[in-house]
């Protein structure tokens, strides 16, 4: 915004289809997930066989991971992004 690229108005409406959470209520209906834990293999592992258990059929899976391998921590076929 300081930019002048978006108004307030924009940035609120945008910043409103943001959804942050503790739990997995609720992860059955998105379309996207993004973790963003600290970079830890065993616990991004963990994150990501509780989302496959939740989220729906093709729902995106991603990381905010700069110096893991995704592949080594998410085993789904498709549908992830690093």
Same mark, same amino acid.
């Given at each position: 915004m300081? *930019? !002048? +690229?978006?108004?307030?108005? #924009?940035?609120? /409406? +945008? $910043? @409103?289809r943001i959804t942050p959470t503790l739990t997995y209520d609720g992860f059955g209906d998105v379309d996207m997930v993004i /973790? @963003?834990?600290?970079e830890g293999m065993a616990l991004k592992k963990q994150i990501f066989a509780d989302l496959d258990k939740v989220v *729906?059929? !093709? @729902?995106? $899976? #991603?990381?905010n991971t700069s110096t893991l391998n995704i592949d080594e921590s998410h085993r789904r076929p498709s549908g992830r992004s690093g």
């Open positions: 300081s *930019k !002048g +690229r978006f108004t307030q108005q #924009a940035m609120d /409406e +945008r $910043l @409103a /973790e @963003a834990v600290f *729906k059929q !093709g @729902a995106i $899976l #991603a990381s």
